[in-house]
């Protein structure tokens, strides 16, 4: 069975998404103006699919690095204005 989802929901979940092609198995339709533009599917790589949860607590810290020397409430406002 496939789902459907727009362009914007599938950049702003991308990652929820591959996890459900992956791990679940799901075929995902990306639509952008109502019309289908896009299949994502799971590779067929003959493995029996592991079913189970991930633990995210193995990704802690990952991507820290991007903040370093970084002005953060800067960068924030920034992004806040820039959406005016």
């Given at each position: 069975m496939s789902?459907?989802?727009s362009a914007v929901e599938a950049r702003q979940k991308l990652g929820e998404i591959l996890n459900r092609v992956a791990l679940l198995g799901e075929e995902i339709i990306i639509e952008r103006a109502g019309k289908k533009i896009?299949?994502?599917s799971p590779i067929d790589n003959k493995e029996p699919r592991r079913r189970g949860?991930?633990?995210f607590r193995?990704?802690?810290g990952l991507g820290k690095e991007i903040w370093k020397g970084m002005d953060v409430d800067d960068y924030l406002r920034?992004?806040?204005d820039s959406w005016a």
């Open positions: 789902r459907s989802v896009a299949r994502l949860r991930l633990d193995k990704a802690a920034r992004e806040r």
